[in-house]
């Protein structure tokens, strides 16, 4: 039976299991996208029971939320959680802003853009360093009192950060990058997502695909952040992971989605994708249980990262 978990302190209930869509239009980002990828993938996520989108404004500058916008018109809205985030001004060479009149303003350009009249969830994408923090907490508070949104957002906020903006109890869920080869989170931040009930979504779960196990060793180059001695440590962890993997007849990036998603201090993983095929892939990580053993295993391969 797959697990549903409620988002902070909302009504807003979600599997753990999401989609990410920085590659759905997401042109400015990343070279070579087609628009069909990205509406073909989107569905497929929807298809697969996946119900939890994660966009932008800043993917494509609106593209992926128009996208999205347009696979919700012939989906069931209401089965949909729909997250996106805003932060980058478009009026000012895309400046972080989060003052509440700029935040107010872009929940009410993201509804057009999606063709909605709700936003499940709404992130401040980046902190600007100009806006007190609870100050722009404030403003999307009152779009969840107002109904245009459902829960409170902060991405790429520092725990200090966070705690201000969290200083009346008011957010609801953060975003921020954590992976089993990004594990800074764990030592403070978790700990207080945690004791404060806000939930927590990573990005980049795959590690941009490094954690799929399709590199071998002679792509170190590709991944620059990794010394030799670690991504040599990476490629014989994976190869431990595709052993418990091919236990299952399954794939290596559907062990780690299915290990984040039993991770309790982990609310929804978002893998992103550019092709639908990636997508039914990962989908099926839903149907892969981790055992208790095989979740400390995997833990243990990537300690220290
Ligand atoms: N809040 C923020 O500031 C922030 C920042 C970054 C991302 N995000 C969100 O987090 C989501 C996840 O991050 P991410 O997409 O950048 O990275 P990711 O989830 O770590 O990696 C996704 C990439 O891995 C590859 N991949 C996925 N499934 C695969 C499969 N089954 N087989 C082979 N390759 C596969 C694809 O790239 P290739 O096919 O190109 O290899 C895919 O785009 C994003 O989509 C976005 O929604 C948020």
Do not use: C
């Not at 759905?24 to 929807?46: K, R």
């Not at 063709?115 to 779009?143: G, M, N, S, W």
């Not at 980049?204 to 010394?227: E, I, R």
């Amino acid at each position: 039976m797959v697990q549903t978990i409620k988002i902070g302190h909302s009504d807003v209930a979600s599997i753990k299991l999401g989609l990410g869509t920085n590659k759905v239009g997401g042109h400015n980002l990343f070279p070579g996208l087609e628009d069909e990828d990205g509406y073909d993938l989107v569905q497929e996520a929807l298809s697969d029971g996946i119900s939890l989108l994660d966009t932008a404004y800043v993917y494509g500058l609106g593209k992926s939320e128009e996208i999205i916008g347009d696979v919700l018109q012939k989906n069931d809205r209401q089965k949909v959680i729909v997250a996106s985030k805003a932060a980058q001004d478009p009026k000012d060479n895309l400046k972080l802003n989060n003052k509440p009149a700029f935040l107010k303003q872009a929940v009410d350009d993201a509804l057009k853009r999606l063709k909605t009249d709700y936003i499940d969830i709404f992130y401040i994408h980046f902190p600007d360093d100009q806006t007190d923090k609870a100050e722009a907490v404030a403003a999307l508070a009152d779009e969840k009192k107002a109904g245009k949104i459902r829960a409170v957002g902060v991405s790429n906020f520092s725990l200090d950060q966070v705690k201000e903006a969290n200083v009346d109890g008011q957010v609801d869920i953060v975003e921020d990058n954590y992976s089993l080869l990004h594990r800074g989170a764990e030592k403070d931040l978790l700990p207080y997502l945690k004791a404060n009930g806000i939930s927590f979504v990573p990005y980049f779960p795959l590690a941009s695909g490094l954690l799929t196990g399709k590199y071998t060793a002679a792509d170190a180059g590709k991944f620059d952040q990794f010394s030799a001695e670690q991504f040599d440590r990476i490629i014989k962890a994976l190869d431990q992971v595709r052993q418990i993997a091919d236990k299952k007849q399954a794939t290596v990036a559907q062990v780690m989605i299915a290990w984040y998603m039993a991770d309790p201090d982990v609310s929804v993983v978002i893998p992103g994708a550019r092709k639908a095929e990636q997508v039914k892939s990962n989908a099926a990580a839903l149907s892969i249980d981790i055992s208790d053993k095989e979740f400390k295993t995997i833990d243990q391969l990537f300690a220290g990262f």
